[in-house]
Nanobody, 125 residues
Framework: QVQLVESGGGLVQAGGSLRLSCAASGRALSAYAMGWFRQAPGKEREFVATIRRSGGSTDYADSVKGRFTISRDNAKNTVYLQMNSLKPEDTAVYYC??????????????????WGQGTQVTVSS
């Protein structure tokens, strides 16, 4: 079983950037496909990005495509989400998640077995 801890959230002005990190422990991150999701107040959790085990393939929600980049460093057991050109509508709690079916690249939160506690991102206008 893997444990996930997110960091890097905070308050930023619109147009700014943040880089979120998700550190894994308990098992090698390389065993999992990884995803980032977010949940804004009063809304359902939504898909943001996902990356396959090797890092060779990524997928993004249309709302973040071209602004966000997901990457991973399996040697450091860490997944990243670089967020540029942030907008107020990006405000949410951001969660990383691990899918042990490493061959998959899913946008569905129900496909991910392990979750971090989340990190708050607030974008002011």
């Amino acid at each position: 079983q893997v444990q996930l801890v997110e960091s890097g959230g905070g308050l930023v002005q619109a147009g700014g950037s943040l880089r979120l990190s998700c550190a894994a422990s308990g098992r090698a991150l390389s065993a999992y496909a990884m995803g980032w999701f977010r949940q804004a107040p009063g809304k359902e959790r939504e898909f943001v990005a996902t990356i396959r085990r090797s890092g060779g393939s990524t997928d993004y929600a249309d709302s973040v495509k071209g602004r966000f980049t997901i990457s991973r460093d399996n040697a450091k057991n860490t997944v990243y989400l670089q967020m540029n050109s942030l907008k107020p509508e990006d405000t949410a709690v951001y969660y990383c998640a691990a899918d042990p079916r490493w061959y998959r690249q899913s946008r569905m939160s129900s496909d991910y077995d392990y979750w971090g506690q989340g990190t708050q991102v607030t974008v002011s206008s």
